[in-house]
T-cell receptor, first 115, second 110 residues
Framework: DADVTQTPRNRITKTGKRIMLECSQTKGHDRMYWYRQDPGLGLRLIYYSFDVKDINKGEISDGYSVSRQAQAKFSLSLESAIPNQTALYFC??????????????FGDGTRLSIL | DAKTTQPNSMESNEEEPVHLPCNHS???????IHWYRQLPSQGPEYVIHGLTSNVNNRMASLAIAEDRKSSTLILHRATLRDAAVYYC???????????FGQGTRLTINP
């Protein structure tokens, strides 16, 4: 079983719809992240969370919201989807730093298409 | 964020070593050097990271220049499964995000 699981893996929807992407992890990590990847580009950080109910904006948070109600789950919502939010979305987790730089562990992504 | 420069693509043969270069001339003293790779249809996968000393793990080795302005990811014996886009990333210990550039697309020939 994957340590970081994203659902759904693929989603096609229409402009204006509300969409929720789910991420769950079995790694026991405190920190969770949402990124998006556009074709030919690197990943960009949307939101991140250090602990339950802790929410921090990343570099491209406009149009998105997140919820962290439990350590193992971090959900990303698009309140009113628009076509330029069509992208590949990745969730990641990491341990708390504690003086060391910790790597991030990624899920396999959700491919979202907004028509 | 400090910038890294990598070749767009590289090619190697199966069972041979692969050396993937990365230049980071503006690296600061607190920047860690991270390497991730992304296989087709998968999320990025952590490979290795280091600060000043060379590092080894089961996947690869990381050789860091003495002035830290460049580094090399070494795959000791490439397999077809190593074909991926490899990203060299600098991250300050206090930073939260990983800034992915274009990476190097590695092709492994049978």
């Amino acid at each position: 079983d994957a340590d970081v699981t994203q659902t759904p893996r693929n989603r096609i929807t229409k402009t204006g719809k509300r969409i929720m992407l789910e991420c769950s992890q079995t790694k026991g990590h405190d920190r969770m992240y949402w990124y998006r990847q556009d074709p030919g580009l690197g990943l960009r950080l949307i939101y991140y969370s250090f602990d339950v109910k802790d929410i921090n904006k990343g570099e491209i948070s406009d149009g998105y919201s997140v919820s962290r109600q439990a350590q193992a789950k971090f959900s990303l919502s698009l309140e009113s989807a628009i076509p330029n939010q069509t992208a590949l979305y990745f969730c990641a987790t990491s341990e708390t730093g504690q003086g060391k730089d910790q790597p991030q562990h990624f899920g396999d992504g959700t491919r979202l298409s907004i028509l | 964020d400090a910038k890294t420069t990598q070749p767009n693509s590289m090619e190697s043969n199966e069972e041979e070593p692969v050396h993937l270069p990365c230049n980071h001339s503006t690296i600061s003293g607190t920047d860690y050097i991270h390497w991730y790779r992304q296989l087709p249809s998968q999320g990025p996968e952590y490979v290795i990271h280091g600060l000043t000393s060379n590092v080894n793990n089961r996947m690869a080795s990381l050789a860091i220049a003495e002035d830290r302005k460049s580094s090399t990811l070494i795959l000791h014996r490439a397999t077809l499964r190593d074909a991926a886009v490899y990203y060299c990333i600098l991250r300050d210990q206090g930073a939260q995000k990983l800034v992915f550039g274009q990476g190097t697309r590695l092709t492994i020939n049978p």
